[in-house]
């Protein structure tokens, strides 16, 4: 199936511990996004990149860290999680950017962290 | 920049009822505009999108949604509501971000519940 599929779907973790989040889409996408939904369902962008390029690093504390090693991956690496960052992530990729515009985005169906 | 309101945090409508979600967008230039539904513990899914090509734009699932400059809206509406439809729906706008760069912005969600 064609599809941004992430791994894993659940993570439940204690507070300090380093986490990380895969995601690989199959789409042939050139773009991929990491996206925090929070409790109150409001969907932020963190992070963005184009053939392995960040483009969009939206004010997210360093302890946040994307790695594309390719265009069809982005993995998203946590530091020392906190209560705070118990949220949605959500992956999410597009066609290139001159025809992404007005395309909409594939999203996967998300990772629910818990910082316990 | 732009930015999408979403009137409504909940609406509730009995099966067989119109459905009307409501969205309105701030911008100067024509908007690149999206609805996504997100189903309990799923991703979002793109329902539909304004590219400027037709103000009325048919979607997934019988909804339809219709750009009004004039009133710098982008509606849903489905005519007759299923018990199936009960989901989160979040408008979203494609917009240049402070960075210069160019993401979907969404906005807080309309959590539609359907009763028998």
């Known amino acids: 199936d064609t599809a941004v599929s992430q791994t894993p779907k659940y993570l439940v973790t204690q507070m300090g511990n380093d986490k990380s989040i895969k995601c690989e889409q199959n789409l042939g996408h050139d773009t991929m996004y990491w996206y925090k939904q929070d409790s109150k369902k409001f969907l932020k962008i963190m992070f963005s990149?184009?053939?392995?390029?960040?483009?969009i690093n939206e004010t997210v504390p360093n302890r946040f860290s994307p790695k594309s090693p390719d265009k069809a991956h982005l993995n998203l690496h946590i530091n020392s999680l906190e209560l705070g960052d118990s949220a949605v992530y959500f992956c999410?990729?597009?066609?290139?950017?001159?025809?992404?515009?007005?395309?909409?985005?594939?999203f996967g169906s998300g990772t629910r962290l818990t910082v316990v | 920049a732009q930015s999408v309101t979403q009137l409504g945090s909940h609406v509730s409508v009995s099966e067989g009822a119109l459905v009307l979600l409501r969205c309105n967008y701030s911008s100067s230039v024509p908007p690149y505009l999206f609805w996504y539904v997100q189903y309990p513990n799923q991703g979002l899914q793109l329902l539909l999108k304004?590219?400027?090509?037709?103000?009325l734009v048919k979607g997934i699932n019988g909804f339809e949604a219709e750009f009004k400059k004039s009133e710098t809206s982008f509606h849903l509406t489905k005519p007759s509501a299923h018990m199936s439809d009960a989901a989160e729906y979040f408008c979203a706008v494609s917009e240049v971000l402070d960075t210069g760069r160019r993401a979907l912005t969404f906005g807080s969600g309309t959590r539609l519940q359907v009763q028998p």
């Open positions: 999410a990729s597009s066609p290139p950017r001159k025809t992404g515009y007005n395309t909409g985005y594939t």
């Open positions: 990149y184009n053939n392995k390029e960040l483009i």
């Open positions: 304004y590219t400027s090509a037709a103000t």
